[in-house]
């Protein structure tokens, strides 16, 4: 009876007070009832959430990595910045440590040791990454989109190739591609050059990626079974182990060598009946091997190649390549000679891609070798695509096309006459604008471009002395003689990776309080400070663990101490302590147990497994 009265109550009080009903309701009714209320709160801030989450995630800037060569791994690894969505897309799910290539073509480094999975890389970021595996077919920057296939087989055509869109597009050095709204990155690097020499395509190897260096390990060790055998002629044999090399650059010369240290280490012990058939020879179209080294590093190689029976033939251009010759033809020379050959490397520099090709006749750079960027890396043309790595080539402004402006900039009173000290007001920001004008000027100090005798009359120091705008453009006529390209690197793409990431990751704070020089046209300052390359040194491995180094400061270092500075540093750039125990522990195997002359057997199979992992 007390419950009927309560009840009454209840409805009484409903009926007199709507609004107090769900309080009611959920005080009194049964579990079932609160639940559904609970429920149903839940689910509109669950919506709620939601669409605050999608109103985030609209706002973030879409990166889109194309490749996942040097540039894009070290732009992933250092890019910190919350506000971007990034999408890496490449047919390479892996990144591969390139500068020990020549070092898996002969076994002393396994496959395996210098790739590692781009999924690993991304997974440790805090910010959100994903990777598409999928090459990216065509950039179409007049819609600000990318075209895609997917690598796998997905078995129906409408997975296989999709667009995207993007805000931003970043051209690194390996075929990639992207998504909407935001920064698109593209990897697409460059391709062998052959300089349509008729034949290479098809007789010729290539060392650009990890399937090139086993093929031609695998190709090196059939080369020996094969002259082993019983039914060969001593001129059948001679053809056969005849490796030639074509290009005495970096990556050449140290196949070379590589393939003279396996010779002397391991051949003598495993096919001592054919290991003096063997010869390497080198072709080389200028005059010397290595030269973009010191010449104090060109000469002992190509001395010590000659001591080592490995020919180096300088100015020798091939002509043509055929199954079983290579013609080539001496500098100077119409005649043209041809000799037999088991196996050619060709390494005679980069090309640009296909695609980097299409994109570059869409913006107008057809007739160029390689995409031209400013200073900031961006694309001349599209303000909202960058380049990097080997793909592309800064066009670095030339003073004397900006000499009126920069006159006029340091003109600090408007008298029509420079002062020293008005040019050094504005030199440091003319300096950082202009590389060449930092090197000029430590050649020629700023005190010296005002001496200008006819001005000097009696005792007046520099300091009293004012510059015309043609003495100016005569005192600085030959400051763009120290302009340089920058060489298609890792040590360059890495460098540029990281600074592209530092730039993104103060996108916003730079747009408040720019950091970068005065500009030079206009007013204002520039966001950002314009890329400088750093040349840390560079290394030649010529065999017999002797390496050449040249080193900042005109240091150059030949012998076997310089040998253990590059394992050292070889091995600190891996990008993983995966692949940095691994590269460690084949160098130690090769040190105990020679190396690996397997062939094929469980390469490829190592190959898919690391590249699934």
């Known amino acids: 009876m007390r419950s009927f009265n309560f009840f009454g109550r209840l409805c009484t009080a409903f009926h007199d007070y709507p609004s107090l009903s769900k309080i009611i309701v959920v005080s009194t009714l049964s579990s079932g009832s609160l639940i559904a209320y609970s429920e149903a709160n839940t689910n509109n801030r669950n919506r709620g959430r939601v669409a605050h989450a999608d109103a985030v995630a609209s706002k973030k800037k879409k990166v889109v990595v194309l490749g996942t060569g040097w540039a894009a791994m070290t732009f992933l690894k250092n890019l910190n910045n919350c506000i971007y969505e990034v999408e890496v897309v490449s047919p390479r799910n892996f990144f591969l440590f390139t500068p020990l290539l020549p070092s898996v073509t002969c076994g002393k480094v396994e496959a395996r ?3 590692e999975p781009i999924r690993n890389i991304i997974r440790k970021k805090n910010i959100d990454v994903r990777y598409r595996e999928a090459e990216c077919t065509k950039i179409d920057p007049a819609n600000n989109k990318i075209y895609c296939r997917a690598t796998a087989n997905t078995n129906s055509k409408r997975q296989e190739e999709f667009a995207i869109d993007y805000d931003y597009l970043i051209i690194y050095n390996n075929l990639h591609a992207s998504d909407p709204i935001g920064t698109t990155i593209i990897a697409v ?3 062998v050059n052959t300089f349509n020499t008729h034949g290479v395509e098809g007789n010729c190897h290539f060392l650009k990626e990890i ?11 059939d080369a020996f079974e094969k002259a082993s055998l019983p039914n060969l002629t001593e001129e059948e044999r001679k053809k056969i182990l005849h490796f030639v090399v074509v290009g005495g650059g970096p990556t050449g010369v140290e196949f070379a060598a590589e393939l003279h240290d396996f010779m002397n280490e391991d051949v003598v012990k495993l096919y001592p009946m054919v290991q003096n058939f063997v010869k390497i020879t080198v072709l080389e179209a200028t005059d ?15 001395h010590k190649f000659g001591r080592d029976n490995i020919e180096v033939k300088l100015g020798s251009m091939v002509t043509k390549v055929t199954e079983n010759e290579i013609c080539t033809k001496a500098k100077g020379s119409d005649k043209t000679t041809s000799m037999p050959y088991g196996m050619v490397l060709w390494s005679t520099g980069i090309g640009p891609r296909p695609i980097v090709k299409d994109f570059m006749k869409q913006i107008g750079q057809g007739n160029r070798r390689a995409l031209a960027t400013d200073e900031w890396l961006r694309v001349e043309g599209v303000g909202n695509v960058y380049a990097l790595g080997d793909c592309a080539t800064i066009n670095q402004r030339k003073v004397m096309e900006d000499i009126t402006e920069i006159f006029k900039k340091a003109d600090a009173d408007n008298s029509g006459t420079l002062t020293l000290k008005e040019f050094q007001d504005i030199s440091n920001d003319i300096c950082e604008r202009y590389s060449q004008m930092q090197l000029y000027l430590k050649s020629k100090p700023v005190r010296n471009i005002f001496d200008r005798p006819s001005q000097v009359k009696g005792k007046a120091s520099k300091e009293s002395i004012e510059l015309r705008i043609e003495e100016f453009k005569s005192a600085l006529s030959e ?10 690197t890792a040590q360059v793409a890495n460098q540029q990776g990281a600074y592209l990431a530092k730039c993104f990751n103060r996108m916003e704070e730079c747009e408040i ?11 204002g300052r520039h966001r950002f400070r314009p890329f400088r390359y750093r040349h840390l ?5 010529l065999g017999g663990e002797q390496t050449a180094a040249q080193l900042p400061g005109d240091w150059v270092s030949i012998g076997h101490s310089s040998k253990w500075l590059w394992y050292s540093i070889y091995a600190s750039k891996q990008v993983s302590w995966r692949t940095r125990a691994l590269v460690v ?19 490829r199979a190592d190959q898919d497994r690391v590249a699934k992992s």
Do not use: C, Y
């Open 288 to 302: 010397h091997i290595l030269n973009m080294f010191d010449k104090r590093i060109t000469k002992f190689a190509e």
């Open 537 to 541: 040194g560079q290394f030649a491995p």
């Open 585 to 603: 522990s084949d160098w130690i195997r090769r040190f105990i147990f020679g190396r690996d002359t397997s062939g094929d057997t469980g390469l």
């Open 113 to 115: 040791s210098i790739v």
């Open 513 to 523: 309080n720019p950091e970068g020089p005065t500009r030079i046209r206009g007013t």
């Open 479 to 488: 400051v763009d003689t120290q302009l340089k390209n920058l060489p298609a």
């Open 189 to 191: 690097g460059a391709q």
């Open 211 to 221: 399937d090139d260096a086993q093929k031609i390990r695998r190709n090196v060790i």
